[in-house]
């Protein structure tokens, strides 16, 4: 019996679950934890924001790159091998930047760490996706996908209150651990049997490069090109905010380090709440519907602590209350490794996730940069309201593709779901 036949999860699945959950968590935390250290990164290097806008940039290309490559390599090597590279890539980026001698240095080792965080979610989102049973793909798939706002709870309290004790130098060095994580993986996680079964019946095994190919041919093309759009809307909406917003509380509100890092712990709680609500709805009424709902309450949130920003200040209820909505839509999150492991079939669906997800993931190269720029004239205010049109595009978005809630996985699944 597969493990996804199970009518209940088994301690198998629980260890899975577990392994593929912490290496998503460290990698958001190791992602997003530079955001917290730009201030003291500054006073000992002496570049500014510009600078750090590039940085910041080249670190989100990487995904890119990161996910396209380690995709591929899932679906011809296994998902277990390759989310094993993918934590110990992330975690060695980690520790380089801790001896960076200059910006240069330090540019190399976000890259590097870009790369590793580019392949690992794609990698364990397919292994959970694949041996969850169908019925509850959904929610499990949020408990997944919650690594991303508990990293970046993890980054706030590192960055705002053990990186002034230890430096920032120090803060980098430990964010490396994570990296001992693969010997418990070798030991207790399995193989996705869907994945071997695949393997093993193919009649031909399709080189990386060929499989990246595939994604982008026949009927596969205009379902990854619409899965892209969905991905880099709601992306943009995400990065356009979370890459400055410690800033913008700092430096356009005037809010202390340790207050802004409780506010952003805020809508870390909001973002608890999105994800594992999200599972739940989207098993009940849908991927689609569920998705709409939360981008456009992320939408309105963002809306309310930028441009509403004097209307609401007033009142510590709306204001905290608005962070927390902003978090709460980031639930969409939980839709895209359930969504699409459903939309593609078995034989790219690595390579599939992992491209879509990480090139949108790319593409934030530039928001640092619009960011920055829009900031020059109109404060960073400005440019993180444009993540509200980003939300409420990928609401609408989600509808040009089919519903795919609780969908049977299966090894020799030919073709992806028919628009």
């Not at 935390?29 to 955001?35: A, E, F, G, K, S």
């Not at 506010?263 to 994800?275: C, K, P, R, S």
């Not at 962070?323 to 690595?350: C, D, H, K, Q, Y």
């Amino acid at each position: 019996m597969r493990l996804s036949e199970h009518e209940r999860p088994t301690r198998t699945h629980f260890a899975i679950l577990a392994m593929a959950w912490a290496g998503w968590l460290f990698d958001f935390y190791d992602l997003i934890l530079y955001t917290f250290l730009l201030g003291p990164i500054t006073q000992e290097l002496g570049f500014g924001r510009g600078a750090h806008a590039w940085i910041l940039g080249c670190s989100l290309g990487a995904t890119a790159v990161g996910g396209l490559v380690f995709g591929a390599l899932a679906d011809r090597y296994g998902r277990k091998p390759v989310l094993q590279w993918t934590i110990l890539t992330y975690s060695a980026g980690a520790f380089a930047c801790g001896l960076a001698p200059d910006a240069s240095w330090l540019l190399a080792a976000r890259v590097l760490t870009g790369l590793g965080v580019g392949g690992e979610w794609a990698t364990g989102h397919a292994l959970v996706s694949e041996v969850f049973p169908p019925r509850l793909r959904g929610r499990f798939g949020a408990v997944m996908q919650t690594g991303a706002p508990l990293g970046v709870g993890l980054a706030a309290i590192v960055g705002s209150f053990v990186a002034p004790q230890i430096g920032w130098r120090a803060t980098f060095m430990i964010s490396a651990l994570p990296a001992l994580m693969v010997t418990a993986i070798r030991r207790w996680v399995p193989e996705s049997d869907i994945w071997i079964e695949s393997h093993a019946a193919a009649a031909e095994r399709p080189s990386p490069a060929a499989r990246i190919s595939e994604i982008f041919r026949g009927h596969l093309l205009g379902l990854t090109l619409r899965c892209f759009a969905l991905t880099l809307c709601n992306m943009s909406s995400y990065w356009l905010t979370f890459s400055w917003l410690p800033t913008y509380l700092r430096e356009d509100r005037g809010i202390s380090t340790a207050k802004s890092g409780m506010w952003v712990l805020l809508i870390v709680a909001g973002e608890l709440a999105g994800y594992l609500t999200f599972g739940a709805v989207s098993d009940r009424l849908g991927r689609k519907p569920a998705f709409s709902l939360y981008a456009g309450m992320m939408g309105l949130g963002l809306l309310a602590v930028t441009l509403g920003w004097d209307l609401i200040a007033a009142s510590p209820a709306l204001l905290l209350g608005s962070m927390a909505i902003v978090g709460i839509g980031t639930g969409t999150w939980s839709s895209f490794g359930p969504f699409l492991a459903e939309l593609f079939p078995t034989r790219v669906r690595n390579t599939a996730m992992g491209t879509i997800y990480n090139g949108a993931r790319g593409v934030q190269f530039l928001t640092p940069m619009v960011v920055h720029a829009i900031a020059v004239e109109h404060r960073l205010a400005g440019g993180i309201a444009i993540a509200a049109a980003f939300c409420f595009a990928a609401a609408t978005l989600v509808w040009t593709l089919p519903e795919t809630r609780g969908r049977v996985l299966a090894p020799q699944d030919r073709t992806g779901v028919p628009a």
